[in-house]
């Protein structure tokens, strides 16, 4: 078997354990889970649904953090291990030229990834209903905001880590005001982060007799990883149950030149609502991934995902286990 060839820097302090013994999965949580617990911040209800990437010597984050008032906010964070996290108690605000654009309303799950010199955060923002935000940071203390990618009403907004056939290229999901019993993956790009175009339909919900766990909606997680294979694409899917909703994620892979085209896309989930602190928090049954770190070296990966909108998870594995796992169990 070809050796499958992973982009990326080299990651060799990236958050690590073992797989368990007698694990026999593609995926598995870490032992001490949550990393992050509801109350981090003196203010916080709840840290959950958020992204991390390297920065300097260590790793740095922006956070969801809801507050005991239950408005979603976005909060800075930096770690020397990505595992114990120094979060700003003050919410992050960005710098903006445009006061119409920039006038805060409410923001949540973001992801952020770095492209060329610039780390770009993108995030659900509350612009007469939610849309995607995006701004770009060089030193993690000054965010510049841009105008919003899409018309409301989206989320998921996830930007490639690398300009596709010379543009910036971005996953989004289009939804609706409430919480949107429907929801597809589309690409879009964009010549300069302002002006987006070339919308492509990439995927929808699978059909419930054939992967449940994805049949009523699904949305980008992390920043999609570049291999040889494709890009390896981590997403999360919903099942409505006669118990509420449940999130769960897969995986898939995407055409390196034509993103929007799925060569490959898992039936079984990788991470579904088992423990205690997945299946009980403010919102029930919910496995959500937002970031991911990977050393290409080793094939090792490090997701992280809201559990129950209320804490933060970390689960393990190798992106040539994933990307296996994915092709033969593919509903493509």
């Excluded at 209800?45 to 922006?62: E, K, L, M, R």
Aim: hydrophobic share 35%; net charge negative; proline share 8%.
């Amino acid at each position: 078997m070809t050796k499958i060839k992973i982009e990326g820097q080299p990651l060799p302090n990236m958050p690590w354990e073992v797989r368990p013994v007698g694990c026999d999965k593609v995926m598995w949580r870490y032992s001490k889970n949550p990393i992050i617990p509801r109350d981090l911040l003196p203010t916080s209800n709840s840290i959950f649904n958020s992204a991390v990437i390297p920065f300097g010597d260590g790793f740095a984050g922006v956070f969801r953090c809801d507050d005991t008032n239950r408005r979603m906010a976005l909060h800075i964070g930096f770690s020397k291990d990505a595992m114990n996290w120094d979060i700003n108690p003050e919410p992050l605000r960005f710098e903006c030229d445009n006061k119409e654009i920039g006038e805060w309303v409410y923001g949540y799950d973001p992801r952020v990834v770095k492209i060329e010199d610039k780390w770009y955060v993108t995030w659900c923002n509350g612009y007469h209903g939610p849309t995607i935000g995006i701004a770009w940071t060089t030193d993690f203390k000054t965010f510049h905001q841009l105008e919003n990618a899409f018309l409301p009403y989206n989320r998921n907004g996830v930007l490639f880590p690398k300009k596709i056939n010379g543009r910036f290229a971005m996953l989004s999901r289009p939804s609706d005001t409430g919480h949107t019993a429907f929801g597809d993956i589309f690409y879009s790009e964009s010549p300069d982060m302002e002006f987006w175009g070339r919308h492509r339909h990439v995927m929808a919900p699978a059909p419930f007799e054939q992967s449940a766990w994805q049949c009523m909606k699904i949305g980008a997680g992390p920043a999609p990883i570049e291999t040889s294979e494709g890009w390896l694409l981590i997403y999360h899917g919903v099942l409505r149950s006669c118990n509420g909703y449940v999130y769960a994620f897969g995986s898939a892979l995407l055409d390196l030149k034509e993103p929007w085209k799925v060569t490959h896309r898992s039936g079984p989930y990788l991470l579904t609502p088992q423990t205690p602190y997945e299946c009980m928090g403010d919102v029930p049954n919910v496995c959500f991934p937002c970031a991911e770190l990977h050393d290409p070296d080793t094939g090792r990966i490090a997701i992280y995902y809201g559990c129950a909108d209320t804490v933060t998870g970390l689960a393990f594995g190798y992106i040539d286990e994933i990307i296996e796992f994915t092709k033969k169990h593919s509903i493509v």
